[in-house]
């Protein structure tokens, strides 16, 4: 192949690697992200039952998810239980939130790494001067036989 085919495939392929690198460290970063969330949103949970003056078995219960039982409920305040009920379900929506962020920012970077990967395996084929887009003439170099069919004669014959 000719020397701009070779230019253009180094062009394609050092964005790739440098994408798919790229594409990596977005994918550690989402998760290390994700832990981080779920940590704060611990906190911040945490932070708010313990100004409520909740107790401690009850934070723990709902910081790990847990129902809290009716006979828990019934010894604290109105004010305590529309927080914890409160809590409850701030945690479930950040967890779901959290869950979703993920996934998508996840997939994201999935196909990040993928289109780098694709974009680079062109490059490098360009760049190796390997000629696997010109399939019919490396057939027939092979000792493969491509037929064809003539319309008129309704004979096959080779190329």
Request: charged fraction near 15%; include cysteine.
């Amino acid at each position: 192949m000719s020397g701009p085919v070779v230019v253009i495939g180094f062009i394609l392929l050092v964005p790739s690697f440098l994408g798919m690198l790229l594409g990596i460290l977005m994918l550690f970063l989402t998760g290390a992200a994700s832990t981080q969330t779920s940590i704060s949103s611990e906190r911040d949970i945490r932070a708010r039952l313990v100004a409520q003056d909740i107790p401690e078995p009850i934070i723990s219960e709902v910081i790990a998810g847990k129902t809290v039982g009716n006979a828990e409920l019934m010894s604290l305040n109105s004010r305590q239980q529309s927080a914890i009920h409160a809590a409850q379900l701030s945690a479930s929506a950040q967890k779901v939130g959290a869950g979703a962020a993920t996934v998508i920012a996840g997939g994201l970077c999935l196909f990040v790494i993928l289109a780098s990967f694709l974009g680079g395996l062109i490059g490098w084929l360009l760049v190796m001067r390997k000629r696997v887009l010109q399939c019919a003439r490396q057939c027939r170099r092979s000792g493969l036989v491509v037929m064809k069919r003539e319309v008129d004669s309704r004979k096959w014959t080779t190329l």
